[in-house]
């Protein structure tokens, strides 16, 4: 009798809840703002799957509403238990993940003709709604053995609703705004003779990266202006989010600034509204500041006010910096008196004042009109937005040009680089970054300033990452827990530190800027048990093309390509293995800045000028990990062969204990070009280093001609070794020696 009445609420529930589906519909898509793209992607040909993205209780319930009728769902056996009165409307495959049998379920109906969706994650999403946990391997097989098309489909927005699993991570809410785009449709194709196991794992990683590409590309804005993007995230990760606080106080006597979401937006519409008025109608602003949060205000005040920043490299020196004001076309220089007192920046701004109109950010802040602060605070209220127009900023490389390049990076190159990366790292609110790499650096501007706006963590933003004992000690105070630094600032860190100060709460140390050497990596390793992530990347890519990560790591290479980055090897002359690497992507830049000629675009495509290879080459099922041996420019043509410079490093490394060493090439009559080493051993004897060398079985190719003493190698501001003033320096010692 019991069971006559379930089946009876059963049917009757059924027409009831059938009849009710449009209106369900309309209230779903009201509720959540949803948007739903690509479904006429769909083609029900063949044999098909579709793969989403699992990031909450909802995915399946809203999928069940919008994909079309006739696809069944694979659900897990326990949920499909508990929720049967919703999926009754639907065709279920009831999977037990635990047992291997379900697998052959799913493939008699795939085989015939059903297009099944399942999730390849297994589980929801338990780390972070921006990237993806593993795919299990039985979709791989399901891949292989159907040779079905497989459509990905992209889940944004549900990872912040009460029916995730993120409750402490991320900020839920019951209304989020919510996005299911459908992919174009792949299939797995793999006729090699490996085994089936090897052949399945290799399809679950790329049907994985296939998800994880969609992803991105799903995320990706036509038009971004990172205010309006302020003005998003506030509400998304909460308006009283302290999303950047001061390191320590930068003024003695006053406790350290802090601000949240909403504490940004009216510094910004406030100060914007003053700035408006104090630049007149230039777009291009030159920026001269250090780290702090409020450099993060100007930044978007400057955003608000539709100005372009231009930052400075004010460690780049007097001559360099005046050439990039003039390469930029600046006529306003923004800075801070007490910045310019405390870094010694006085002469520098004498010079640059006798042709440039020098703003001190303490006038602007004295200067402020209570005209100003009323606009400000009713754009605040009304939330006005800005157009989202041609929206840059203008990084200047230091490369070996006689002139800096002004890199033209837009809003979007740098939102799309955010995307590709908290792709493939779940960041989420709980994280903590240290803010210490100079912001007219591109990875610290991308990884300090938009990073934390757009995934809602903290950023304590510290002005200096050459202060050695104090960054150790603000990583445990802070509880940081994502570090990002050059290979020179992270070893000295690590000589420095506490084993207790990383251990402490550090989940992601991240390298970039220049290569990892082997024994840094080994001392964090050892003394912290942390495993250094290496990654690589260019200003003109905002910045990174590359990385590794906990999941996807291979020692030696600096990662694999990001999601939505495409790559090509243009063939060297006289290198047989790698080439030219040339990547194009949605990080990709507008084009550079050359001093004299003015704005020149890019055409899609970067020609990096590093010398790369790619392993597996030539994968068509594998995202390859990349490999650098040097950058072109600094292969040394000897005797007419191509030497690079970083393995002649690297070996005389190894041979000349506790030395630091660089290496550049000067020109030579005989042999056409001859290396000159600088290393920082005082007791280092050429004569010593050619008998290990040569016992060392290495090519005498690979041996310097000279070797010459430094007490330190000068660096960059991004902390790179100064190999441009190195050459200077060679050149100099050589015309003085010719001279005797």
Known sequence: MISIVKNISKKIFFVVFSAMLPLIKRIIKWMFRLKVTGIEHLRFTGKTIIVPNHVSLLDPIILALFLPKNVAFAVNTGISRKFSWIMMFRSTVAVDPLNPYSVRKMLRGINANQPLCIFPEGRINVASGGAMMKVYGGIGYLALSTGAEIYPVAIDGLEYSKLSYLKGKLRQSWRPRVTISVGQPFTVVDESADLMRVKKERAT???????????????????????NELIDMAQVHGPSFVVCEDAVPLDSGKPAAAISYSGLLKGAYVLGSRLKQ????????????????????????????????????????????????????????????????????NELIAALSQTYQIVYMEEVRNTLQWTNKASGFIDYLMKRRVSEGDNEIVLFTSGSESKPKGVCLTHGNIHANIQQARAVIPFNSTDRILGALPLFHSLGLCTQMFLPIVTGLKVYMYPSPLHYKVIPELVYDKNITILVGTP??????????????????????????????????????????????????????????????????????????????????????????????????????????????????????????????????????????????????RIAKIGGEMV?????????????????????????????????????????????????????????????????????????????????????????????????
Request: charged letters at 25%; aromatic letters at 8%.
């Open 488 to 633: 020179t600032f992270l070893a000295a860190y690590a000589r420095t530190a506490h084993p207790f100060d990383f251990a402490h709460s550090l989940k992601y140390v991240i390298a970039g800027a220049e290569k990892l050497k082997d024994e840094i990596r080994q001392t964090w390793q050892d003394k912290f048990h942390i495993t250094v992530m290496e990654g690589y990347g260019t200003t003109e890519t905002s910045p990174i093309i590359s990385l590794n990560t906990k999941t996807d790591y291979r020692k030696g290479s600096v990662g694999r390509l990001l999601p939505a980055t495409e790559y090509r090897l243009q063939p060297v002359p006289g290198i047989d293995n790698g080439g030219n690497l040339i990547v194009a992507g949605p990080q990709v830049m507008k084009g550079y800045l050359i001093h004299g000629k003015g704005f020149v675009p890019c055409n899609r495509e970067h020609e990096t000028g590093d010398l790369a290879v790619v392993d597996p080459a030539g994968a068509t099922l594998e995202t390859p990990y990349l490999y650098l041996k040097d950058r072109i420019k």
């Open 205 to 227: 990683e790329y049907i994985r990266s296939q998800m994880i590409d969609h992803l991105v590309r799903s995320r990706l804005k036509p038009n971004v202006n990172f205010f």
């Open 644 to 740: 690079p410079l970083n393995l002649i490093e690297e070996i005389c490394t190894g041979l000349l204990e506790e030395a630091v060493c660089a290496a550049v090439n000067i020109p030579d009559a005989r042999k056409g070009e001859r290396v000159i080493l600088y290393h920082t051993h005082p007791d280092a004897k050429f004569s010593v280093l050619k008998e290990r060398f040569k016992a060392s079985g290495h090519s005498p190719l690979f041996m310097p001609s000279q070797l010459r003493y430094i007490d330190k190698l000068p660096l960059l501001g991004s902390g790179k070794t100064d190999y441009v003033t190195l050459k200077q320096l060679a050149l100099q010692d050589e015309e003085g020696t010719n001279a005797i």
């Open 278 to 345: 104090v630049l007149a109608s230039d777009r291009r602003v030159g920026v001269l500041l250090p780290n702090s949060a409020a450099h993060m205000v100007v930044l978007f005040a400057l955003f608000r006010i539709g100005k372009t920043p231009a930052m400075i490299n004010y460690s780049a020196g007097r001559q360099a910096i005046l050439d990039a004001c003039e390469t930029g076309e600046l006529k306003y220089i923004l800075t801070s008196e007490a910045f310019v007192k405390k870094a010694g920046l």
